[in-house]
């Protein structure tokens, strides 16, 4: 149908002439009310992002020098951050002079990594930034979680 008799049956009906195939031979035009289209279309947009969760990831700094309680407390923050579902990026800083030791920070870092060995998995290997070393954890699978805890289910049985 050629362009104009359907520009005049979009008006007669009080709708919008919609090119919905421009790629086709010849182009494909639609008629619709192009402004509920629209709302439609965000309509289901915003119900598919309501199903959705967000992972945030959720940083946890730590310096070179840091003593072994203030360590167990922050690895027992990064626990409870992958418990509650974010992930988690671990960075040991380096101020002044620390930076020519990197060993301190990749110690630091292979201890917090021994700690959550089985409660997280590493997302990344050490990221290596200017001043800053860095590791991210996810926390575990839920199917491998449900596998454990069944198996610890039958453990208990016998």
């Known amino acids: 149908m050629p362009v104009r008799d359907a520009l005049n ?17 010849p182009p ?14 965000a309509k289901k947009d915003r119900e598919s992002r309501k199903g959705r ?10 310096r070179p020098r840091i003593g072994g309680q203030d360590l167990a407390c922050k690895i027992r923050l990064v626990e409870r951050l992958l418990t509650e579902g974010d992930k988690v990026k671990v960075t040991v800083f380096f101020r002044g002079r620390e930076v020519t030791r990197p060993e301190l920070g990749k110690k630091i870092l292979q201890e917090v990594l021994n700690e959550l060995k089985d ?25 491998k ?3 454990v805890e069944g198996s610890d289910a039958e453990d208990q049985d016998s």
Do not use: H, W
């Open 9 to 25: 049956i979009a008006r007669e009906r009080n709708l919008d002439l919609v090119e919905v195939a421009p790629g086709a031979v």
């Open 28 to 41: 494909v035009c639609r008629l619709m009310d192009y402004g509920r289209f629209k709302y439609e279309q």
């Open 145 to 147: 979680k449900s596998e």
């Open 119 to 143: 409660k997280a998995v590493v997302d990344q290997p050490l990221v290596i930034e200017e001043r800053s070393l860095s590791l991210f954890f996810s926390p575990p699978k839920a199917t």
């Open 53 to 62: 969760k967000a992972t945030l990831v959720r940083e946890v700094r730590l």
